[in-house]
Nanobody, 122 residues
């Protein structure tokens, strides 16, 4: 069974940091691009960041504050989130895509985790 499992969410004050993890199982995702998305209540799911071989991408809203990384030996992708803001509050999802094009469209990602809640208090 192919699974992506996120962890590391929680409640943090504005200005604080969290590190999210996404562990893959069932098959290796070493050849896939991995993305992070988030969805706040009443809003559409939005792109946060993407890791592919040789390149990383960030939404303008998080660039300079968030860092995506990957440990292929553990088949795990991370999202380090610094200087968090209340508007970062959302459920964060990791996802995997085999598309080479650096897409930010949720529909282009075939596998999804269950999500982890991040709440930033002001």
């Amino acid at each position: 069974q192919v699974q992506l499992v996120e962890s590391g969410g929680g409640v943090v004050q504005a200005g604080g940091s969290l590190r999210l993890s996404c562990a893959a199982s069932g098959r290796t995702f070493s050849g896939d691009a991995m993305g992070w998305f988030r969805q706040a209540p009443g809003k559409e799911r939005e792109f946060v960041s993407r890791w592919s071989i040789g390149a990383t991408y960030y939404a303008d809203s998080v660039r300079g504050r968030f860092t995506i990384s990957r440990d292929n030996a553990k088949d795990t992708v991370y999202l380090q989130m610094n200087r968090l803001k209340p508007e970062d509050t959302a459920v964060y999802y990791c996802a995997a895509s085999r598309l080479v094009t650096p897409t930010t469209i949720p529909g282009d990602y075939a596998y999804w985790g269950q999500g982890t809640q991040v709440t930033v208090s002001s």
